[in-house]
């Protein structure tokens, strides 16, 4: 998938444990130019926050790269107990990480420091989406969506949707604030 945005930047994973990065040359220019970023291993999903960060989440870790220098910046502390299938960074530069020991994890953008760990789920959180308003939604193995607020220092869970008879494993969030699973 290509961004078509002046100078975006597109980033991809592969099994070979390999990150790419593609950066827009311009329409007129019509290519693209990857380049692989150093120190990936075993990464399972990624999300770039609009501070220049890359997010890579896998075995129960985070890995941090910048996208500017494509050095990697740091490995988040705390770890989730398995393997981490989802990463969203919200507009507040909130990073959001969901896990196969069913919870949601928040991070600090600046620093990586952990803000809050949201447990509601009962089996693998599959798949998160963030509102611009922080309004958070995890799908999951256990085939609910929980809904969660998170803002002014605190995370709480509001209701859980039910209805699928599956996996949800996968969440899209529309501008007028529809919720596709």
Do not use: F, M
């Not at 599959?126 to 922080?134: P, Q």
Request: glycine residues 12%; hydrophobic residues 35%; contains cysteine.
């Amino acid at each position: 998938r290509v961004c078509r945005r002046w100078h975006a930047v597109c980033v991809g994973a592969t099994a070979k444990k390999q990150a790419w990065q593609w950066r827009w040359a311009g329409y007129t220019h019509g290519g693209v130019l990857p380049r692989t970023i150093p120190g990936v291993s075993h990464v399972r999903t990624l999300a770039v926050g609009s501070n220049g960060k890359l997010y890579g989440g896998g075995n129960g870790g985070i890995q941090v790269w910048s996208t500017v220098t494509n050095t990697h910046l740091q490995t988040l502390e705390e770890r989730h107990t398995a393997a981490v299938l989802a990463l969203v960074v919200g507009n507040d530069g909130t990073v959001y990480s969901a896990s196969a020991d069913s919870t949601v994890r928040l991070w600090s953008g600046e620093d990586g420091s952990p803000l809050h760990t949201l447990e509601r789920h009962t089996h693998s959180v599959t798949c998160l989406a963030v509102g611009s308003d922080g309004t958070v939604y995890s799908g999951s193995e256990d085939t609910t969506i929980c809904v969660w607020t998170h803002g002014r220092g605190e995370s709480r869970h509001i209701r859980a949707l039910e209805g699928h008879d599956d996996t949800v494993r996968s969440l899209a969030l529309s501008n007028s604030c529809k919720l596709y699973s």
